[in-house]
């Protein structure tokens, strides 16, 4: 063989090694991925066990909480302990207003008709206002009308202070020619029953001098005892406060 047929021999030769070394290489890579494969198809799958076990709990625990919760009663059911109830509380409430009204029957007030009779109270009411009204108004030229009018509506005790009183004013009036004018302004019964009454009574007052028209005001608070006669209310006590 001579030189030229050796080199280029030697380069087919070459030539053969660089076509078989891709075939190499691509055999190699198919490996790689074959174990790759292999590797990745060989790990174990990831089973949601614990997913399963916690929705499992879950659902057991929501089973009992609605088995604990308590079943409301129908209300056809809770009608009768209602009533019951409202039985109970009635028979109280009845109780109570029968101690009540035997308390009331046995306490001294409860006898005050002030408190419960109105017609009684609007009678002696009337009776003292009006009695009040005459009794402390005069003119000096004309104190015989209010003597009259208070010997007709005062007894007792009533009657003896007033007269001492009423003797001043006999005396000055016609000197200071003065005339009185009284009002009740306020009157309430304190009590009353038997026949009695217990007054407090307020009044304005009102003077004028006719010689020189001066004018004086006041008022005054006196506590005042009734007692109901055949012919009406009079007055026996009077007492300034």
Same mark, same amino acid.
Not at 132 to 149: G, H, L
Not at 188 to 215: I, P, Y
């Given at each position: 063989m001579s030189r030229t047929e050796e080199i280029a021999a030697i380069d087919e030769a070459d030539e053969r090694d660089l076509v078989a070394e891709?075939?190499?290489?691509?055999?190699t890579v198919a490996v790689a991925v074959a174990v790759a494969t292999k590797t990745e198809t060989d790990e174990p799958e990831v089973v949601p066990e614990a997913a399963d076990a916690d929705e499992a709990d879950?659902?057991?625990?929501a089973l009992s909480r609605e088995s604990a919760a308590p079943t409301p009663r129908p209300a056809w059911l809770r009608l009768p302990a209602l009533l019951l109830a409202a039985a109970l509380l009635l028979t109280g409430a009845g109780v109570w207003f029968t101690l009540e009204a035997r308390s009331a029957s046995g306490n001294p007030a409860a006898g005050n008709l002030a408190l419960t009779d109105v017609g009684a109270t609007a009678d002696v009411t009337s009776a003292v206002t009006l009695a009040m009204n005459r009794i402390f108004s005069y003119s000096y030229d004309k104190t015989d009308v209010t003597e009259k009018a208070a010997a007709a509506v005062l007894r007792g005790a009533a009657k003896d202070s007033y007269d001492k009183l009423f003797a001043q004013v006999r005396e000055k009036a016609p000197q200071q020619k003065l005339v009185l004018t009284s009002r009740v302004s306020a009157i309430a019964?304190?009590?009353?029953?038997n026949?009695?009454?217990?007054?407090?009574?307020?009044? /304005?007052?009102? @003077?004028v001098?006719?010689?020189?028209? +001066?004018? /004086?005001?006041? @008022?005054?608070?006196?506590?005042?005892? +009734?007692?109901?006669?055949?012919?009406?209310?009079?007055?026996?006590?009077l007492e300034p406060r």
């Amino acid at each position: 063989m001579s030189r030229t047929e050796e080199i280029a021999a030697i380069d087919e030769a070459d030539e053969r090694d660089l076509v078989a070394e891709p075939e190499t290489d691509t055999e190699t890579v198919a490996v790689a991925v074959a174990v790759a494969t292999k590797t990745e198809t060989d790990e174990p799958e990831v089973v949601p066990e614990a997913a399963d076990a916690d929705e499992a709990d879950s659902a057991e625990a929501a089973l009992s909480r609605e088995s604990a919760a308590p079943t409301p009663r129908p209300a056809w059911l809770r009608l009768p302990a209602l009533l019951l109830a409202a039985a109970l509380l009635l028979t109280g409430a009845g109780v109570w207003f029968t101690l009540e009204a035997r308390s009331a029957s046995g306490n001294p007030a409860a006898g005050n008709l002030a408190l419960t009779d109105v017609g009684a109270t609007a009678d002696v009411t009337s009776a003292v206002t009006l009695a009040m009204n005459r009794i402390f108004s005069y003119s000096y030229d004309k104190t015989d009308v209010t003597e009259k009018a208070a010997a007709a509506v005062l007894r007792g005790a009533a009657k003896d202070s007033y007269d001492k009183l009423f003797a001043q004013v006999r005396e000055k009036a016609p000197q200071q020619k003065l005339v009185l004018t009284s009002r009740v302004s306020a009157i309430a019964v304190q009590d009353l029953r038997n026949g009695h009454a217990r007054l407090l009574v307020f009044l /304005d007052q009102s @003077a004028v001098r006719a010689d020189n028209n +001066a004018t /004086d005001s006041a @008022a005054a608070q006196l506590s005042v005892t +009734a007692e109901h006669t055949g012919d009406g209310w009079v007055v026996t006590e009077l007492e300034p406060r």
